[in-house]
Each structure stands twice: as structure tokens, then as C-alpha cells.
């Protein structure tokens, strides 16, 4: 399986590659999933499963024949040569846990990282048959371009996390404060809920204690449909950005979200 020639070094020329990616982890997701796989617990106490290991290696061995000189940073199998100019940043199933128990919610995310920011992402779910690919200013779910709703009130706001528990320490009453403000409050989604912002069906997602592979993937997708991603500072998000992250389909809704957490006055721009 070739990648296409990318030779012009612009992230858009690596779409059909990061396409290819996608499939060959989602073969693998499928093949695996509602199946009895033996789940082992990793240090963090996190669990991972042979699809999560299968699927990044599959992965990898595409980008090691295609793009040798490219650097890998993985959820499974670690970093090699991270301080190349581009970094494929792959996280094989992200919400283990909704694959393990049968939901299909779990989604693959591939970021393409060019001098530790994030130009191009892949939320691809395998078994619904749904791919969301944001690069260049633009986001396209199945091949169509999709937007992010106007949403500038809080309180008209469909606020999702994965779950309160990975908030800690100051964290939680920030993050109360958040949800109290917002219309509703989802949880549960993990990757698949920054595709939803995208398609604007979601307005905000807030979450902590991330890694790269849980995030870079996905500010180039709720970007390019015309959403902001940030830290909690309002930062641009990087490779090395802390993990607490803020998603928005609206500017407004994100300034009022940065102020509720307390991280950021509402009237103070995106830095």
C-alpha cells in the first residue's frame, strides 16, 4: 500500500496518506470489536487491548515505508524521532473503555504535526462508518464540508467531557462552574464529541489530564469547521500544550468557557 506523493510538503498533500492510516486501523478495530479480547491494565491503570496494539502497529509500518524521515509519537509503542519537522501523532482507539464494553463511540485519531503544532487530524469511528478530516482551513465528515454552530450564550450551550473523574484539584470546581452555566452537560464520547462540535451538534467540550495523542488530532478538525481549540489559558495547542483543553464551535462560547473556568476574562482575546 503506497502513500501518495507528498513531495510538496504542504499538510494537505498528506490527506489521502492519513486516509490510508485511518482504514488500516479501522480494519483492525472492526476485526476485534464485540469480541472476548483480553484486556491488560498499563501503568496509569488504563486498559489496552491487542486491537489498540494492532492497530497503531499497523500504522506505524506505514509510515516507516512511506515516510521514513517523519516521526511517530504513539499511545502504545512510544515516540522515534519527535524532533523531526513532522510528527504523526496516533492515538489506534481512544475510548478503550467504550470499545472494550461495546459502545461504538470509541474513534482512532491521527494528527499530523508539523514543528510541534497540529495542521492535520483525522476522528475516524470505524464501525459507524464516520471520518472527520480537518487540514488547511477547512473540516470534511465523509467527504462533505461540515461547520460549527453559532452558539454565543452559555447558557443556550450543549456543553460534553468524558467524565468528571479525570478532573482533579482545582480543576473541579472549574469545571462545575462550567456546567453549571451551560444549558446541558453530556459525558462519555472521548474523541468522537470534538466530530460532533465540528458538525455542530455539540458546542463545547472541556477536559484535563490529556495527551498528545488525545489532542492534536483534534484541534485541526474543530478549526477547520470554524471552532476554536485552546488550553485552558486560550493558548494555541501544541505537542507540549498541558492537557487541559477547551473545544468550541462559537469564539463567544469560548471566551465565556475560558472565563467560567477561571483561567481567562471573557472580553480578553485568544492569545
Known amino acids: 500500500m503506497a502513500a501518495p506523493d507528498a513531495s510538496g510538503g504542504e499538510p494537505a498533500t498528506f490527506v489521502e496518506f492519513a486516509h490510508l492510516l485511518a482504514d488500516a486501523a479501522g480494519a483492525v478495530a472492526r476485526k476485534y470489536f464485540r469480541t472476548r479480547v483480553a484486556i491488560d491494565e498499563k501503568s496509569d491503570d488504563s486498559p489496552v487491548t491487542i486491537a489498540d496494539r494492532e492497530a497503531e502497529a499497523s500504522m506505524r509500518a506505514l509510515i516507516a515505508v512511506n515516510y521514513h524521515d517523519h516521526g511517530i509519537l504513539g499511545e502504545e509503542e512510544g515516540a522515534e524521532r519527535t524532533d523531526a519537522e513532522w510528527v504523526w501523532v496516533l492515538d489506534p482507539i481512544d475510548g478503550t473503555r467504550s470499545f472494550i464494553g461495546g459502545k461504538p463511540t470509541f474513534v482512532t485519531l491521527i494528527a499530523l504535526v508539523r514543528d510541534d503544532v497540529p495542521v492535520l487530524g483525522v476522528i475516524d469511528q470505524p464501525v459507524a462508518g464516520e471520518r472527520w478530516v480537518g487540514?488547511?482551513?477547512?473540516?470534511?465528515?465523509?467527504?462533505?464540508?461540515?461547520?460549527?454552530?453559532?452558539?454565543?450564550?452559555?447558557?443556550?450551550?450543549?456543553?460534553?467531557?468524558?467524565?468528571?473523574?479525570?478532573?482533579v484539584g482545582d480543576e473541579v470546581p472549574a469545571f462545575a462552574r462550567l456546567s453549571a452555566a451551560a444549558k446541558d452537560t453530556l459525558y462519555g464520547g472521548d474523541g468522537y464529541a470534538?466530530?460532533?462540535?465540528?458538525?455542530?451538534?455539540?458546542?463545547?467540550?472541556?477536559?484535563?489530564?490529556?495527551?498528545?495523542?488525545?489532542?492534536?488530532a483534534l484541534a485541526p478538525v474543530v478549526e477547520g469547521a470554524g471552532g476554536v481549540m485552546t488550553d485552558w489559558q486560550g493558548r494555541s495547542l501544541t505537542i507540549n500544550s498541558d492537557g487541559r483543553v477547551v473545544a468550541a464551535g462559537d469564539a463567544a462560547a469560548h471566551r465565556l468557557a475560558l472565563a467560567e473556568l477561571g483561567m481567562m476574562d471573557a472580553t480578553q482575546e485568544r492569545a
Open 135 to 167: 487540514v488547511a482551513g477547512e473540516t470534511r465528515f465523509n467527504g462533505e464540508l461540515v461547520a460549527t454552530r453559532d452558539c454565543t450564550r452559555l447558557d443556550r450551550a450543549i456543553l460534553n467531557t468524558t467524565g468528571p473523574n479525570f478532573f
Open 194 to 216: 470534538y466530530g460532533l462540535v465540528a458538525s455542530g451538534y455539540i458546542d463545547l467540550v472541556a477536559e484535563a489530564g490529556l495527551k498528545p495523542y488525545d489532542f492534536c
